[in-house]
């Protein structure tokens, strides 16, 4: 009982110290990357027009409702019938390049510096999709949305939703400040060489979901936007 008390009150400062490092490290990310944020702008303005940035309404921790901020990579081109095209049609070259190295994202440090978001954790989701959390998937609300996560650096887009929630539940049950240095670091890789399975941390945490928190993977779960 005492070794479990000193291991809740270590998780408690550790997670202190990640969100002063946080808003520290974004800050500094912020003024450092200012004038690319500023090129990236007006690539956005001379190959899209406005609007330069895309809000969109996100849950955090506690399904607390911010909003999350991106550069704008789709067009707003719509159909015959002013519906607009599919996101295949919308997404441009230069909305694809930004999207490949992440910078359409660079934007969420202004989310981190508020304290909506970390450096590192589950990425936020819809509203309307918390709604249809099941019980073991509303643990990813326990802590704060990251910009980077354990799903994005061991596959993202080549996972299922299910195996990318199974990988989240995975990381906020082992979590530690090493876990997150870990993950940040791989993040640049993924920037770097791209995304790919690891089937074996994916495995890891399917059969940890599975075996240790009886959640039963064949029931159809909430889907996930990017």
């Given amino acids: 009982m005492i070794a479990q008390e000193l291991r809740s009150e270590r998780n408690t400062n550790s997670r202190v110290i990640k969100s002063v490092l946080d808003r520290v490290f974004a800050a500094i990310a912020l003024l450092c990357l200012t004038p690319i944020l500023i090129t990236v702008a007006i690539a956005v303005h001379f190959w899209m027009g406005d609007p330069i940035l895309f809000t969109q309404t996100r849950s955090g921790q506690r399904a607390r409702i911010f909003k999350v901020y991106k550069f704008r990579s789709m067009t707003n081109d719509c159909d015959a019938n002013g519906n607009l095209c599919s996101d295949e049609i919308r997404l441009t070259s230069f909305g694809k390049l930004i999207r490949r190295v992440k910078l359409d994202e660079t934007l969420q440090l202004w989310n981190i510096l508020k304290g ?6 589950p990425r936020p989701t819809l509203p309307k999709q918390v709604k249809d959390y099941q019980d073991w998937q509303k643990d990813r609300l326990s802590i704060t949305p990251g910009l980077t996560g354990w799903a994005q650096v061991n596959g993202n887009t080549e996972l299922t939703w299910t ?8 990381y906020l049950h082992h979590w530690s400040l090493w876990m997150d240095i870990e993950i940040l670091y791989k993040t640049i890789g993924v920037v770097i060489w ?3 399975r690891n089937e074996k941390a994916l495995t890891k945490a399917l059969d ?4 240790s928190l009886n959640v039963d993977l064949n029931q159809p779960v909430a889907e996930s936007l990017r």
Avoid at 163 to 170: F, G, M, P, Y
């Fill in 194 to 196: 791209g995304e790919h």
């Fill in 163 to 170: 195996e990318r929630i199974c990988l989240d539940i995975w």
């Fill in 208 to 211: 940890y979901a599975r075996y």
């Fill in 116 to 121: 909506d978001m970390s450096f590192v954790g």
